[in-house]
């Protein structure tokens, strides 16, 4: 009587050091393969087709697809990085339109903060052109609140405090309302998720 069947079979093909996503370090790895093998009396004779690879770390034992080999995570650092900085900038160009199209005072307190932050200088003349479909008579609150809706996910602590810093920055060197532009700050605040004591501190700040 002939014994025969199919098993599936999990070996090592390859090894090496990768960026553990889980680990946060780099790390040895296995690189697996799965296979079906057709068996004789039990006994694996040859491969009929690969079901899956696999990435396995040493140190977690976590396992990725083969493309996490890939996986830069100074280069994800990066991406992170451009994408507040747009979510900032995007902020801080409606909350230099709050009240109005600004000046160029105001352009160049939104240049400050950002290099002071990212290290990254903007031109003063690009942030007015930024500004230059603003309406005359100011940004609707309620608009210019939404522009900031990302930054509370996107933010430090720390970062949060230095934004609501540079928004007081952006405002004072305009023209609108000063009890206008201390509502806006505290909403802007509160939405940061920052507690009212530091609010109130940050609000403080001599001019």
Request: with cysteine; aromatic share 8%.
């Amino acid at each position: 009587m002939i014994i025969f069947g199919y098993r599936g079979r999990d070996r090592t093909i390859g090894s090496g050091s990768f960026n553990c996503p889980n680990c946060r370090a780099s790390r040895s790895y296995e690189h697996k393969k799965l296979q079906r093998w057709f068996t004789l009396y039990f006994v694996p004779i040859f491969p009929l087709q690969t079901l899956g690879e696999r990435i396995v770390c040493s140190a977690c034992n976590q396992a990725y697809t083969t493309a996490v080999l890939s996986y830069d995570p100074s280069q994800q650092e990066a991406r992170r990085r451009d994408e507040i900085l747009r979510q900032w900038h995007t902020a801080m160009i409606a909350i230099a339109c709050a009240f109005g199209r600004p000046n160029e005072v105001q352009a160049e307190a939104v240049g400050t903060g950002m290099a002071r932050i990212f290290q990254q200088q903007l031109n003063t003349s690009d942030i007015l052109a930024d500004c230059s479909g603003a309406p005359s008579g100011g940004m609707a609150e309620e608009e210019v609140l939404g522009r900031l809706a990302d930054l509370p996910r996107s933010l430090a602590a720390v970062a949060k405090e230095d934004f609501l810093q540079s928004a007081l920055d952006v405002l004072r060197a305009g023209s609108g309302d000063e009890q206008a532009q201390h509502d806006l700050l505290q909403r802007i605040g509160h939405l940061l998720g920052l507690s009212e004591a530091h609010v109130r501190g940050i609000l403080a700040t001599p001019a």
